[in-house]
């Protein structure tokens, strides 16, 4: 998860792709804008805080500009690879930004087959070489430039093996859900005396009902 999503390879490739998409007039606005219209929040998301196009929120596209940092959470990011590539072929942006446009489609080929991979398909072979055509389309892209390399480039190489190894995919998504379960039971606590006993009381009691 961490090497693909939160902190990984697709949330790089989306720091880069951002300002050229930017360049064909294409910005933080224009993406909310088309995610609010075309994507419907399932009904048991529906918080403030839920739907793609809160990816491209005002305060996400205020810290980009001043930071040039992008940080949606890995679910977020998950969903948004696909929803990208689609937006750039549905409004001609390959012909635009074709090297950008590849190497995110490459990309979107690499998390279809590790999405597989967690039903126990055998698809390290194919992931082995599409991670290598990713790599390749990204440095057509991005320039074979250190900085926009993060060590998860690497780190990538290593799951088909992975794949190979216990016959399907794992990662931390599930595992990393629970969190808001913690939180959920957390929030509502302003006393600090008994905060861990009434936290873990109350995580137990929702876990239970």
Same mark, same amino acid.
């Given at each position: 998860?961490?090497?693909?999503?939160?902190?990984?390879?697709?949330?790089?490739?989306?720091?880069? %792709? *951002?300002?050229?998409?930017? +360049?064909?007039?294409?910005?933080?606005? =224009? #993406? /909310?804008?088309? @995610?609010?219209?075309?994507?419907?929040?399932?009904?048991?998301?529906?918080?403030?805080?839920?739907?793609?196009?809160?990816?491209?929120?005002?305060?996400?596209?205020?810290?980009?500009?001043?930071?040039?940092?992008?940080?949606?959470?890995?679910?977020?990011?998950?969903?948004?690879?696909?929803?990208?590539?689609?937006?750039?072929?549905?409004?001609?942006?390959?012909?635009?930004?074709?090297?950008?446009?590849?190497?995110?489609?490459?990309?979107?080929?690499?998390?279809? %087959? *590790?999405?597989?991979?967690? +039903?126990?398909?055998?698809?390290?072979? =194919? #992931? /082995?070489?599409? @991670?290598?055509?990713?790599?390749?389309?990204?440095?057509?892209?991005?320039?074979?430039?250190?900085?926009?390399?993060?060590?998860?480039?690497?780190?990538?190489?290593?799951?088909?093996?992975?794949?190979?190894?216990?016959?399907?995919?794992?990662?931390?998504?599930?595992?990393?859900?629970?969190?808001?379960?913690?939180?959920?039971?957390?929030?509502?606590?302003?006393?600090?005396?008994?905060?861990?006993?009434?936290?873990?009381?109350?995580?137990?009691?929702?876990?239970?009902?």
């Amino acid at each position: 998860m961490h090497v693909f999503f939160s902190n990984g390879i697709c949330r790089r490739e989306l720091e880069l %792709l *951002l300002p050229k998409l930017a +360049t064909v007039n294409v910005g933080f606005q =224009e #993406l /909310r804008s088309w @995610l609010a219209a075309a994507f419907k929040t399932p009904c048991y998301q529906m918080t403030k805080h839920a739907g793609l196009a809160h990816a491209f929120c005002e305060s996400r596209e205020n810290n980009f500009k001043k930071s040039g940092s992008f940080a949606p959470s890995a679910s977020p990011c998950l969903a948004l690879v696909p929803v990208i590539r689609y937006f750039c072929w549905r409004h001609n942006l390959d012909r635009l930004l074709p090297h950008e446009v590849a190497s995110w489609s490459a990309l979107g080929d690499v998390v279809h %087959l *590790l999405n597989r991979a967690k +039903t126990g398909a055998a698809v390290a072979p =194919e #992931l /082995r070489a599409a @991670l290598r055509v990713h790599a390749d389309l990204f440095t057509a892209a991005y320039g074979d430039v250190q900085a926009n390399f993060l060590p998860e480039f690497h780190y990538a190489r290593h799951v088909p093996e992975q794949i190979e190894d216990l016959g399907f995919s794992i990662d931390c998504f599930v595992t990393e859900r629970k969190h808001n379960l913690l939180k959920k039971a957390a929030e509502p606590f302003l006393n600090t005396q008994t905060f861990e006993r009434s936290v873990l009381a109350r995580a137990l009691a929702l876990h239970i009902n």
